[in-house]
């Protein structure tokens, strides 16, 4: 039964052992690693996540003061998530009709659903859930001469 080729490493892949010219650049980007500005226009809610979600992802390495827009983004659909939420608390998700007809379900729940599922895409971007924390990669201090020792010390 064959097995296939064995894997390499992405880093041996970018050294391009091949004749054709690589489409990659093999030397490590260096970027800024600092906490993106908080918007001013962010309401309570919005700022209190926005300092959890930085305090969250600084370690990681992953936040560049280019990602204040979608950051800024995510806090607010989180507030307006949070308003949502209240709101269908207070009213159990229905609304009485104008002429005493039976209940409707509450626009909230709309809404809610919308947002959510907003949420959860730009939460993917941001590395907010395992699956996505798992597939980023991010060192900014690793130096050329520290990468390509990685690489012979992996081949031992």
Avoid: H
């Amino acid at each position: 039964m064959a097995k296939g080729r064995k894997p390499q490493l992405r880093q041996v892949l970018s050294l391009n052992m091949n004749k054709k010219p690589s489409r990659q650049n093999p030397a490590p980007v260096e970027f800024d690693v600092s906490i993106p500005q908080m918007p001013e226009w962010l309401d309570k809610t919005g700022k209190e996540k926005w300092v959890a979600l930085t305090t969250g992802l600084k370690p990681m390495a992953i936040l560049n003061p280019v990602d204040a827009d979608i950051l800024a983004a995510y806090c607010a659909l989180y507030s307006q998530m949070v308003r949502c939420v209240i709101k269908l608390n207070k009213s159990g998700g229905f609304t009485k009709s104008a002429n005493g007809g039976p209940e409707k379900t509450d626009p909230a729940v709309d809404q809610l659903t919308v947002i959510s599922n907003r949420l959860a895409g730009l939460g993917k971007n941001l590395g907010l859930n395992p699956l996505a924390r798992s597939k980023l990669v991010s060192d900014p201090t690793l130096q050329e001469k520290d990468w390509l020792d990685n690489i012979c010390k992996e081949k031992e």
